[in-house]
């Protein structure tokens, strides 16, 4: 059905279908129904919402009448049971020559990528997909309605597999470095109760810790900005011992917090803030709950006398002793980043190469 114009929406218009007729057998449950945080949206309607964001139309591929509502109409697989089929019946129904699909079993579907991949359209593609080192992902992805024959030909031909329909439609693909920051979560879906266990965990955490006027903050600016090409969906946590004030005189969530407000927070479309007030500073643990689920890596600065993993940064010029070698020995730290050479029992990093960190915490928290 048609949704109200979005102004953020491309022209011309595009179809959106989110793809809802598997069976969740390896997840024991309606993935479509299930949700990644407490409170949160189902995972079905994360997708909608998305396309939503994007498309013109949206439509659901699936018997689902259950995730149906006056501005999105469902309609049964003719063969159930496959992608394949999922992805013939959005197109045999969509009213638009392009379709951007969505599984349903998607945590984070992002509307930037949905856009990154439209953008990415030529006159003779029929398809366009993201590919990365993960591989490649048909069913996130944009289809020409042109391309119906092709699908049905095939599902006729009792041939499901969409690697094969791919190299019938030749689609333009985007490649990991031309996708969109947070990529990786995007394309990430859930197909076991372990993957949602995991979802639900918090993130891996690392701290880099250091005497003052080492750099340590544009060292971790690199890295944080290296992992985000890569992919990744990176948090940071810094520790203030002193008071800080993140608000500014005269605004209104400012003034809100002035007059008594203990909890104020404030979002928009593209960002959300959550700002309160305590006499006891939070645990760490309280601290880190915050991400749970939100981010791939946390990076802290700070926090010297935590239990956290930690780089300790080091320059030679500054002739100072390690914070975490020399006179006390901290068993919790597991590299250091230095511009000189350091006969240490943990790795030397090169304190330049910020490519060169973003591997060892890679290689150490995200393989």
Known sequence: MQIPHNEENLSPPVSGALLAG???????????????????????????????AVCDEVIIAGDRPDLANAMVSTYPDRSPGSSLGGLETALRHSRHDWVCV?????????????????????????????????????????YRRDALPLIEQQLAQGEFRLIRLLDRLH?????????????????CNLNTPADLQQLHAAPPVVTFVASSGTGKTTLIEQVIAELTARGWTVGALKHDAHRF???????????????????????????????????????????????????????????????????????????????????????TLIA????????????????????????????????
């Open 22 to 52: 598997g069976r969740s057998t390896r997840m024991h449950s309606d993935k479509a129904q299930l949700s990644p945080s407490p409170l949160g949206p189902p995972l079905a309607s994360r997708g909608l919402r998305a396309l939503q």
């Open 102 to 142: 969505l599984p349903c079993d998607l945590p984070y579907p992002s509307p930037t990528l949905l856009r990154t991949l439209l953008a990415a359209r030529t006159d003779d593609a029929l398809a366009v997909v993201p590919r990365t080192s993960n591989g490649i992902e048909p069913l996130i992805a944009c």
């Open 171 to 187: 689609p333009r693909y985007v490649e990991a470095i031309d996708l969109p920051p947070g990529w990786r979560r995007a394309l």
């Open 245 to 331: 004030e993140i608000d500014h005189p005269g605004k209104d969530t400012w003034r809100m917090t002035a007059a008594g407000a203990a909890v104020t927070a404030i979002s928009s479309a593209s960002k959300s803030a959550l700002m309160w007030r305590h006499d006891l500073e939070p645990t760490l643990d309280e601290l880190l709950a915050n991400f749970a689920g939100k981010v791939d890596i946390l990076i802290t600065e700070g926090f010297k006398r935590s239990p956290l993993p930690k780089i300790e940064v080091h320059r030679a010029e500054l002739n100072r002793p390690l914070l975490c070698r020399g006179s006390s020995h901290d068993p």
């Open 336 to 367: 250091v980043a230095s511009n000189s050479s350091l006969s240490l029992d943990v790795p030397s990093l090169p304190l330049n190469k910020p490519d060169a960190i973003a591997d060892f915490i890679e290689q150490r928290f995200l393989a």
